[in-house]
């Protein structure tokens, strides 16, 4: 009876031990997930920087934070979130005017699972609702005096939970809701049907180009047909209206099908932004939105989609590199986007290179036609009124090379409106640029404004423009940007394909004459009045003008890339040809579906190559922690210039573990006690931030409708004014320091990522993320623009080798961040998962000499959230100019050890100057504001974290106990008197 008295709580302690081993780790994960995310925390229990105080908003007085500050603060977001609809929506279709709806026409039925659970962002890293105030388009639409049939809305409540909503699955209902007794309710509110069609993707999934079903996510699902279907049967509407609630350029070339009325994309609205959406479907506004992407009749025609997505190495019998599985080119060198589809049409309307061949086609019926293949072009917009374009005259200054184009826009509807210009333009396309393979897109945009014009009036405006935006880089020849002779053509237009059919009439004239359409296959003239001529200087290529940076004239620009092209790397017989307007048919991109691993490319996939300089200083020859006569603290350094020989004598006041304290990120940046620097908090992201407000209902930061509707906007006063809402965010939530915004070029309708990025233009993206982190920095806020660069897609994002030419590289997907970070005052800059060729981005020496040298750029480099891997080295990416570890507190101590024990003065360079960046930028940050002077930094841990210690301890202690207490039952007598009595006996 006592051994199994003994078995039995042997068997307790065995259940006891184990539950408190698992519990203890449970315990020691958390805390350890709690550390790493230490700024987070602070930020949500108040306690992240030591007492500074923040100001500077422009919602008292005095700019002092306050309740009731934030109320005024809140309310005007959410009227903000509201504008950005307003002037972000598309009016892409309108027939008969179908839109705006009259006063009468109110009772309506709404279709669509996005009406009433829409897609109002990504999942990505950013703002979470606030669920009594976010509005879905039904909300909008009631709110707007719409009564909306409620039969319907009851059988979407009752039906059977649709799929999940995914980048493979649309999620709609299934279109057997609308049984007999619903679709009898249809005649009591047939004003209007309202479709609302969603994707979804985010960060990590790209949408996938063909799904489970064999179904392109860009076109109709069979549900979504269903539906629209069933509303064409019925015949009891008068209208249908679609809202597009997708970031994701759909394919729509099946409105006649349906007899659909009008079209209004609102992207990704935010939580709070619907209600701006409808005020366009009531006329209350007059819609200025327009497209910034093209929407094309198949998914799949962009040159893109050849080479989107994971293509394998072959390592044959080598032993693959560590996050090295996998590659992308971008065979379609500059053809992104509308460049691909305007330049094919001006050579299939002029027959050169074989532009009208089969090569390459999807949705056209006998050779490439453009109307068959555009559904709306890049840049267009629908208006309730007409607006029409005079190009008056055209300036150029030699002395700041600059293009200053004044423009007359006239209102000849019964409407006010907000006209968009927008300038293009078209470079000589010459037999040097065919001989050197340079290529020219047949347009481009150069630059755009926003103005109100009252119906029946007109309004001049001018836009300027860099002259460099004309130069074409030539990575063959000269090695560097080149201006070619000849004719270059300004021209204005209701998108990119208005302005090359009017830059066609002005260059061709009779010779195009019944040949020129528009995107639904109608014959246009063009309009000659709004094209200006500019004749360039040189009759010969000019190498020189272009060949110092203009923003460091000390520097050459010259190839800074070569290893990113796949053909540096490729074998002979893998070597591939960029897509080429000199020849449509022999140079459209196919797929590469693989490329072998050669010794050099090999090698090159190895990122754990740092090697100590044999030159290289000792640490001995650096002062560090210095006792200075009189200290000197963090806020003594307000207002010193980035140059002043003052910074020298602060940073010596440090020691190794002080400097690297401010390296890394763990959702902020810690406190250091030495120079009295207060902690901070850093949050992502491009849609909004992940924190909280400090004031009033301490409700969650605002979900502002997402990037492309900024960009969408084409209004710089409006995209600054967003960079300045989001920066009061900020201030309301004691955050100086924000991961966004993001400014990728959108090379696939498919990119994961899209609701965090502008545009598929490189320019467009230049001026916008320009002006939103100009807009961050009035207010304080440090935004991070992000992730730069070649990360335009999501499937094999960290470590994937991303191949593109010089050319590609600097005239499209670097352009998009150097208006921000060259030409602007952006004092951040994230760089990417992937590798630039085959180096790691954020190790990549190419990236350093661009920011540092070529754009003089001086702020803080971070990478992005990439724990320790065989492909990233801590070294390599510190010697590339790389200043903080994103959400990584281990690499500085692997960098302190590496200098310690190697005595690397290199090393320790350039950590004293990652310091030098990061304490003059979190300077320019609200940090450096009010009441920054009278911080007092501890070096105590904060409370949470000396409880969880704490709780580690006992837990472990507990486990410890219970399992010393199974050994004991189990193994020894102690607790057992009967083993005691055998024992015993058998000692006798």
Same mark, same amino acid.
């Given at each position: 009876m006592a051994q199994k008295e003994t078995s039995s709580k042997s068997r307790r302690w065995l259940g006891l031990s184990g539950a408190a081993v698992l519990v203890a780790n449970l315990v020691l994960t958390g805390t350890t997930i709690a550390f790493q995310q230490e700024g987070e925390v602070n930020h949500a229990l108040g306690i992240e920087g030591a007492g500074a105080s923040y100001g500077g908003t422009e919602f008292s007085a005095d700019g002092t934070l306050s309740d009731a500050s934030y109320e005024k603060y809140i309310e005007a977001a959410y009227q903000f979130c509201e504008q950005e609809e307003e002037e972000g929506s598309v009016l892409l279709y309108n027939r008969n005017n179908a839109l705006p709806l009259s006063e009468s026409e109110r009772n309506v039925t709404v279709f669509g699972r996005g009406s009433i659970d829409p897609v109002f962002r990504s999942t990505a890293g950013g703002s979470s609702t606030n669920p009594d105030y976010q509005k879905t388009p039904v909300d909008a639409l009631q709110d707007a005096g719409f009564n909306v049939n409620q039969t319907v809305l009851d059988a979407y409540a009752s039906a059977e939970a649709p799929k999940e909503r995914s980048v493979s699955s649309v999620g709609e209902y299934d279109p057997a809701l609308f049984t007999g007794s619903v679709t009898d309710s249809f005649a009591s509110y047939g004003d209007v049907a309202f479709v609302t069609l969603s994707r979804f993707a985010t960060e990590g999934n790209d949408l996938a180009m063909v799904n489970d079903k064999g179904k392109r996510m860009l076109e109709l699902d069979d549900n979504e047909k269903a539906i629209f279907q069933k509303i064409k049967d019925s015949g009891k509407f008068k209208k249908t209206v679609v809202l597009l609630n997708s970031v994701f350029a759909m394919e729509m070339d099946w409105l006649d099908e349906y007899n659909v009325d009008a079209v209004l994309w609102v992207g990704n609205p935010g939580f709070y932004g619907m209600p701006g959406a409808i005020r366009v479907v009531t006329g209350e506004v007059n819609p200025s939105g327009h497209t910034t992407a093209t929407f094309a009749a198949n998914s799949l025609s962009a040159p893109s989609a050849e080479n989107f997505g994971l293509h394998a190495y072959n390592y044959g019998s080598k032993t693959?590199?560590?996050?090295?599985?996998?590659?992308?080119?971008?065979?379609?060198?500059?053809?992104?986007?509308?460049?691909?589809?305007?330049?094919?049409?001006?050579?299939t309307i002029l027959g050169q290179g074989n532009a009208d061949s089969a090569v390459g086609t999807k949705a056209s019926t006998d050779g490439w036609n453009y109307a068959e293949e555009v559904c709306f072009p890049f840049g267009y917009g629908l208006s309730y009124t007409n607006y029409e374009y005079n190009l008056d005259k055209l300036d150029y200054n030699s002395d700041t090379d600059t293009f200053t184009a004044t423009v007359t826009v006239s209102n000849t509807g019964d409407r006010d409106g907000k006209a968009t210009v927008e300038l293009y333009g078209q470079s000589p396309y010459t037999d040097y640029d065919k001989q050197n393979n340079v290529e020219k897109s047949s347009i481009q945009l150069l630059g755009y404004d926003k103005i109100d014009v009252a119906a029946g009036a007109s309004e001049t405006v001018t836009v300027d423009v860099p002259g460099y935006f004309l130069a074409s880089y030539d990575a063959n020849g000269a090695k560097g940007y080149i201006l070619d002779a000849g004719d270059y053509y300004f021209a204005v237009g209701n998108g990119a394909h208005e302005a090359l059919n009017n830059v066609l009439a002005a260059k061709c004239g009779d010779a195009v004459a019944g040949k020129l359409i528009d995107q639904d296959g109608n014959v246009v003239t063009g309009n000659t009045a709004a094209v200006a001529t500019w004749t360039a200087p040189n009759t010969e290529v000019d190498t020189q003008k272009y060949r110092n940076s203009r923003y460091n004239s000390d520097v050459e620009v010259t190839n800074t890339f070569d290893d990113a092209d796949v053909n540096y790397w490729a074998n002979d017989d893998e070597k591939i040809t960029y897509l080429s307007r000199s020849a449509w048919d022999t140079t459209y991109p196919t797929t590469l579906e693989t490329l072998t691993v050669n010794d050099k490319l090999y090698n090159g996939l190895n990122m754990q190559t740092y090697v100590k300089a044999t030159d290289a200083k000792s640490v001995s020859d650096f002062n560090l922690g210095v006792e200075l006569d009189e200290k000197i603290n963090f806020s003594d350094m307000i207002g010193v210039a980035f140059d002043d020989p003052k910074w020298n004598d602060f940073l010596s006041q440090l020691t190794?573990?002080?400097?690297?304290?401010?390296?890394?990120?763990?959702?902020?940046?810690?406190?250091?006690?030495?120079?009295?620097?207060?902690?901070?908090?850093?949050?992502?992201?491009?849609?909004?931030?992940?924190?909280?407000?400090?004031?009033?209902?301490?409700?969650?930061?605002?979900?502002?409708?997402?990037?492309?509707?900024?960009?969408?906007?084409?209004?710089?006063?409006?995209?600054?004014?967003?960079?300045e809402m989001y920066g009061e965010d900020a201030l309301y939530a004691s955050i100086p320091i924000a991961y966004a915004p993001g400014a990728d070029t959108l090379r696939s309708p498919y990119s994961g990522r899209t609701s965090e990025y502008?545009? #598929?233009?490189?320019? &467009?993206?230049?001026?916008? /993320?320009?002006?939103?982190?100009?807009? =961050?920095?009035?207010?304080?806020?440090? +935004?991070?623009?992000?992730?730069?660069?070649?990360?335009?897609?999501?499937?094999?994002?960290?470590?994937?080798?991303?191949?593109?030419?010089?050319?590609?590289?600097?005239?499209?997907?670097?352009?998009?961040?150097?208006?921000?970070?060259? #030409?602007?005052?952006? &004092?951040?800059?994230?760089? /990417?998962?992937?590798?630039?060729?085959? =180096?790691?981005?954020?190790?990549?020496? +190419?990236?350093?000499?661009?920011?540092r040298d070529e754009w003089n750029y001086g702020?803080?480099?971070?990478?992005?959230?990439?724990?320790?891997?065989?492909?990233?080295?801590a070294p390599e990416m510190l010697m590339a100019g790389n200043n903080i570890f994103c959400l990584d507190t281990a690499r500085p101590n692997e960098i302190e050890k590496l200098i310690t024990?190697?005595?690397?003065?290199?090393?320790?360079?350039?950590?004293?100057?990652?310091?030098?960046?990061?304490?003059?930028?979190?300077?320019?940050?609200?940090?450096?504001?009010?009441?920054?002077?009278?911080?007092?930094?501890?070096?105590?841990?904060?409370w949470w974290q000396t409880t969880l210690r704490a709780l580690d301890v006992v837990f472990c202690a507990l486990a410890v106990a219970a399992v010393v207490m199974y050994v004991l039952h189990t193994y020894t007598d102690v607790f057992s008197e009967e083993k005691r009595k055998n024992r015993a006996a058998k000692k006798n």
């Open positions: 693959p590199r560590a996050a090295g599985d996998s590659f992308v080119s971008y065979n379609e060198g500059i053809y992104v986007g509308y460049r691909y589809y305007e330049t094919r049409y001006e050579d190794l573990s002080d400097l690297l304290i401010n390296m890394g990120d763990s959702k902020g940046i810690k406190a250091v006690k030495a120079v009295n620097k207060p902690g901070c908090t850093i949050v992502d992201g491009p849609e909004g931030m992940n924190g909280q407000f400090k004031y009033g209902d301490r409700r969650n930061c605002t979900g502002w409708a997402t990037l492309p509707i900024v960009g969408a906007t084409w209004n710089h006063d409006v995209q600054t004014r967003f960079g502008f545009s #598929e233009d490189g320019v &467009l993206s230049y001026y916008a /993320a320009k002006a939103v982190s100009h807009g =961050m920095r009035n207010k304080g806020l440090i +935004g991070t623009v992000k992730h730069f660069f070649l990360n335009e897609q999501e499937a094999g994002r960290q470590g994937i080798s991303t191949f593109a030419n010089e050319q590609a590289i600097r005239e499209i997907y670097m352009r998009a961040f150097e208006g921000s970070l060259a #030409e602007g005052d952006s &004092l951040g800059v994230m760089t /990417a998962y992937n590798r630039i060729g085959v =180096m790691y981005a954020a190790a990549n020496q +190419g990236i350093q000499h661009i920011l702020g803080y480099i971070i990478d992005d959230a990439l724990t320790a891997s065989e492909y990233s080295s024990s190697t005595d690397d003065g290199d090393l320790l360079q350039k950590v004293i100057d990652s310091n030098h960046y990061l304490y003059y930028v979190m300077l320019q940050s609200s940090m450096g504001g009010s009441g920054a002077e009278d911080v007092v930094v501890s070096d105590a841990a904060p």
